[in-house]
């Protein structure tokens, strides 16, 4: 049960005062989720939209401010790259809210809904950054953020290589940048520094020419080679994401497969609302379920991989393989 | 571009990295070549893994150019022109 479970259920009292106008906007907010009941009597934690874990310093100084007045000594930091300020009182939910939203912070959310998306730095600071992760996050971000009822909550990540520090595989709807290299043999000078660079051993020196020979097999796309050869005979083909779903974390883990290859930018948000559309549908009736856990019956994997290929398009993985348990808990037999 | 003005394939200076690890191999790799003019040429020395496979990549980011590789072994000589 999550913890803010009790909040929402109905019959539930919810510890508002009984009058002055921020009582019903408690309600409404309370409703809408980023506001956390904690263990102790009359204390929440509010969880702020941080998407792709970036924060302007003006909207860093006013939730030490509101934290200051109306938290306890301390911020959290989530797990999905959010700030959370503990410790507020149900009655001031409403003067943190408005207060942030001064400078444009916003309360996260959660329960069935889209949540914040996450991304790491990308290719604006990060050196082997691929794609702008940061950009891609704050569009899906303003787009789908919130988007509900769904079946179950619904998380993304933006990675900008495949180094993939936001754990794409692990989200129901994952992007991962990628560069597909190829060879400009005239251009090339057999220095032999690409084959040295790939850690993946993706690329092997033929013995009589010196010529480096692409192994796509072993390849992550992950443009070392690129950054490495110093005469740019090493270029990128295609740049694109790889697209992730059904994965998860929790009480039960599913690695998410990927469905498509060196996705355009301008696809991303079309891909997020076919997903989002697909999981509403055929998530219905069905309970409290993840993505991912849907997919894992076969025919449900098949009509999903078929019902994505128009959207997909050319990028789309060919008999994609479906998305794996990835059980953590030792499962005693016979349990 | 002249003879005079080419770069020189033979350098005065060479920098052995092999015993440094990252990120102390790139910030000597750094220092050696902040110590050189625009154009001039050094030689670095790096081990085959780590070195080998984030330096190069690193020195092109910041506008150095690889003008020759050899392998000696389980080691890299890489003649680096600086801001060519």
Same mark, same amino acid.
């Given at each position: ?10 019959? %539930?009292?919810? +510890? ?9 906007? #408690?309600? @409404?907010? /309370?409703? =809408? ?17 941080c998407p792709g874990g970036r924060l302007p310093?003006? %909207?860093?100084? +006013? ?9 306890? #000594?301390? @911020?959290? /930091?989530? =797990?999905?790259q ?34 914040v998306p996450t991304a790491c730095a990308g290719c604006e600071l990060n050196?082997?950054g691929l794609v702008d992760t940061q950009r891609m996050a704050r569009l899906a971000c303003d787009r789908f953020f ?10 993304m990540a933006f990675s900008g290589c495949?180094?993939?520090?936001p ?7 994952g992007f991962q940048g ?61 740049t694109g994401w ?21 996705l355009p930018d301008e696809k991303v948000l079309e891909t997020i ?63 | ?84």
């Open positions: 049960m999550d913890r803010n479970q009790g909040v929402k259920s109905k019959g %539930r009292k919810v +510890r508002a005062p009984a009058e002055g106008p921020s009582a019903e906007a #408690d309600f @409404v907010a /309370l409703k =809408a989720g980023g506001i956390i009941r904690q263990r102790q009597k009359d204390r929440y934690t509010m969880r702020l939209k310093l003006e %909207r860093l100084a +006013r939730i030490l401010e509101v934290a200051h007045r109306y938290g306890g #000594d301390h @911020v959290h /930091l989530s =797990a999905r959010s700030i959370e300020i503990p410790y507020v009182s149900l009655s001031d939910t409403d003067r943190v809210r408005r207060s942030l939203a001064e400078v444009g912070q916003e309360i996260a959310s959660c329960g069935a809904r889209v949540r050196p082997l919130g988007q509900g009822p769904l079946p179950h909550k619904f998380k495949p180094n993939d520090c754990h794409t595989s692990t989200n129901d709807l990628a560069v597909e290299p190829e060879l400009d043999e005239g251009a090339c000078t057999q220095c032999g520094l690409c084959v040295a660079a790939c850690k993946e051993g993706a690329i092997r020196q033929d013995s009589a020419t010196s010529t480096p020979r692409w192994i796509p097999e072993k390849c992550l796309y992950c443009g070392d080679c690129v950054r490495a050869c110093p005469v740019d005979a090493w270029r990128a083909r295609r790889m697209v992730r779903v059904g994965g998860k974390h929790g009480r039960h883990p599913i690695t998410g497969a990927t469905v498509a290859e060196f609302e076919a997903v989002l559309a697909w999981y509403r549908k055929f998530g219905q009736g069905k309970g409290r379920v993840r993505l991912g856990a849907l997919l894992l019956e076969p025919r449900t994997w098949r009509q999903f991989v078929a019902d994505l290929a128009p959207v997909l398009g050319q990028w789309a993985v060919r008999n994609p393989s479906p998305p794996r348990p990835n059980e953590i808990h030792l499962m005693k037999s016979g349990a | 571009m002249n003879d005079e003005k080419r770069p020189t394939l033979r350098p005065r200076r060479r920098v052995n990295l092999t015993a440094s690890r990252c990120p102390i191999s790139m910030v000597r790799a750094k220092l050696a070549l902040d110590a050189l003019a625009a154009g001039e040429t050094i030689e670095l020395v790096l081990a085959e893994g780590e070195q080998i496979q984030d330096i190069p990549r690193t020195l092109k980011q910041e506008g150095h150019r690889v003008l020759r590789v050899n392998r000696k072994g389980a080691n890299y000589h890489l003649i680096v022109c600086k801001g060519c």
